[in-house]
T-cell receptor, first 118, second 114 residues
């Protein structure tokens, strides 16, 4: 079965520091990949997505992510974190047309809580 | 454009009570989903629907039932609520494959069962 792993449950950074959140997936084919952000008490907002093509994708709020097929990873990065980036971040996978019975369904990682120190 | 709307936003139930959560989308999406979110576990799929009149089980379907009588609505029912069903519930919708590469989420329903 496909799975999505976010190894870091909680990350703390200082404002202005760079950020990298890790995401690994286990699936034979290249799925569709997403990063969502959830602010406290809010729903999920899509930051960025990867379907195919250029392996470095740009998203909203200054975030980017890089797809590395050899590592089955899709890590999220931001060069300089702002206090407003404090939230929980979820990596998600949609297996796409090769997914069989999982076709069309999103599987989420466990989430990474980001705390930003002033 | 409202997108995906969930009602209610908050609810407290006593053990054994029943309730229905309503999800409505105005994007003419074929697929609709119900997820539950628990600390440290991400979002887990409860049930989903690939079209009007169809439903299917997800990863954690026990204790829940769903119905999709109209394309724009997807109802999640708890017949006899249990404390283990205390969670935040999210509805989502998307186009059918191969257009369903992105799901749109509602704001969530926070349910507490006491």
């Amino acid at each position: 079965a496909q799975s999505v792993t976010q190894p870091d449950i909680h990350i703390t950074v200082s404002e202005g520091a760079s950020l990298e959140l890790r995401c690994n997936y286990s699936y034979g084919a290249t799925p569709y990949l997403f990063w969502y952000v959830q602010s406290p008490g809010q729903g999920l907002q899509l930051l960025l997505k990867y379907f195919s093509g250029d392996t470095l994708v740009q998203g909203i709020k200054g975030f980017e992510a890089e797809f590395k097929r050899s590592q089955s990873s899709f890590n999220l990065r931001k060069p300089s974190v702002h206090w407003s980036d404090a939230a929980e971040y979820f990596c998600a996978v949609n297996p796409g047309q090769a997914g069989g019975t999982s076709y069309g369904k999103l599987t989420f990682g466990q989430g990474t809580i980001l705390t930003v120190h002033p | 454009n409202a997108g995906v709307t969930q009602t209610p936003k908050f609810r407290v139930l006593k053990t054994g009570q029943s309730m229905t959560l309503l999800c409505a989308q105005d994007m003419n999406h074929e697929y609709m989903y119900w997820y539950r979110q628990d600390p440290g576990m991400g979002l887990r799929l409860i049930h989903y629907s690939v079209g009007e009149g169809t439903t299917a089980k997800g990863e954690v379907p026990d204790g829940y039932n769903v119905s999709r009588l109209k394309k724009q609505n997807f109802l999640l029912g708890l017949e006899s609520a249990a404390p283990s069903q205390t969670s935040v519930y999210f509805c989502a919708s998307s186009y059918s494959p191969p257009r369903n590469t992105e799901a749109f989420f509602g704001q969530g329903t926070r349910l507490t069962v006491v």
